[in-house]
Structures are given as C-alpha cells and as structure tokens.
C-alpha cells in the first residue's frame, strides 16, 4: 500500500467513526455498547454457543473487566440475566432477557432494515472486503503499537 493511500484509509476510518456517530439516538441510559453486546449474544446463541463475557470479550477484541462491568449495567437495567453452570459454578452464562430482546429488535427494525435498501448499491463481496482490511490494519497496527510502547 502506498503512503498516499494509507493516508486516504485512515481518513476513511475518521469517517467510518463518524458513520457510527450518526446512528440513532437510543432511549436513556442506553449506550451503543448495548446494542453491541446485545448483537454479539444473540449472534452466538444462534450458533448454539452458551455465552460467557469471555465470548463476548474476543468476539469484540475487547478487554475482560471492560465487558464484566457493561454486563454488569446491563443486567442492572433488566437487559441480560446470568445464570450460574449446573456443572461449574464459577461459570456463568449471559442471555437476553425479553427487555433486551425488545431493545435489540427495536432498534434493529428502527435503524438497520430502513438502512438495508439505502445501501443495496453496496455488494456484501465490497462490505465483506472492507470489513476483512479493517480487521487486518487494525491487528497490524494494535501489533506494531505494543513495539512502541516497549520503546
């Protein structure tokens, strides 16, 4: 990649932050890690998975106590239950409660379906191919952070 564009992917990223800035207001106390979260469980519920915060914390390449006190918000706040193993009681599995599920289906239909037909000029190949060269340049660059602060 060429210096001139990689400055033009990093503006694109400023923009792709501002993107997310545009979203819809969510109701108070609501933050966009909800969604998020919210997203990432039903997600891995459908493939079968049992989720722990440690699935949601690599699935988000977000660190541990960040994801343990926004679970902890969220079941404050009547979004997600935690139910203790049967087998291991130190385990602890997340779901949505209906609350969240309401939350999540509302903001899903609210935003994200009248979103969909705005965007139909954008192949899922493209949106597929931005997503896999965001992730790479981000894991280059999460990488080539940690030598610098060695330095």
């Known amino acids: 990649m060429t210096v001139e564009n990689i400055k033009a992917f990093l503006d694109a990223c400023y923009?792709?932050?501002?993107?997310?800035?545009?979203?819809?207001?969510?109701?108070?106390?609501?933050?966009?890690?909800?969604?998020?979260?919210?997203?990432?469980i039903e997600t891995l519920e459908k493939r079968g998975?049992?989720?722990k915060v440690s699935d949601i914390s690599d699935a988000l390449n977000i660190p541990r106590p960040g994801v343990t006190r926004t679970v902890k918000e969220m079941q404050d706040k009547g979004y997600l239950q935690k139910d203790?193993?049967?087998?291991?009681g130190r385990v602890t599995?997340?779901?949505?409660?209906e609350r969240g599920?309401?939350?999540?289906?509302?903001?899903?239909d609210?935003?994200?379906?009248?979103?969909a037909p705005l965007l139909a000029g954008?192949?899922?190949?493209?949106?597929?191919c931005a997503?896999?060269?965001?992730?790479?340049?981000?894991?280059?660059?999460?990488?080539?952070r940690a030598t610098y602060d060695h330095d």
Not at 84 to 88: Q, T, Y
Not at 110 to 115: E, I, S, T
Not at 131 to 144: A, D, G, L, N
């Open 101 to 108: 599920r309401a939350l999540s289906q509302t903001h899903n």
């Open 110 to 115: 609210r935003f994200f379906a009248d979103l």
């Open 15 to 40: 923009q792709a932050k501002r993107i997310r800035e545009l979203l819809p207001a969510l109701p108070k106390g609501v933050t966009p890690a909800y969604i998020h979260y919210l997203d990432v």
């Open 122 to 128: 954008i192949s899922d190949d493209d949106a597929a």
């Open 131 to 144: 997503v896999r060269t965001i992730e790479q340049i981000y894991k280059i660059m999460s990488e080539r």
């Open 93 to 97: 599995y997340l779901t949505v409660t």
């Open 84 to 88: 203790a193993s049967a087998e291991d």
């Open 49 to 51: 998975v049992r989720v």
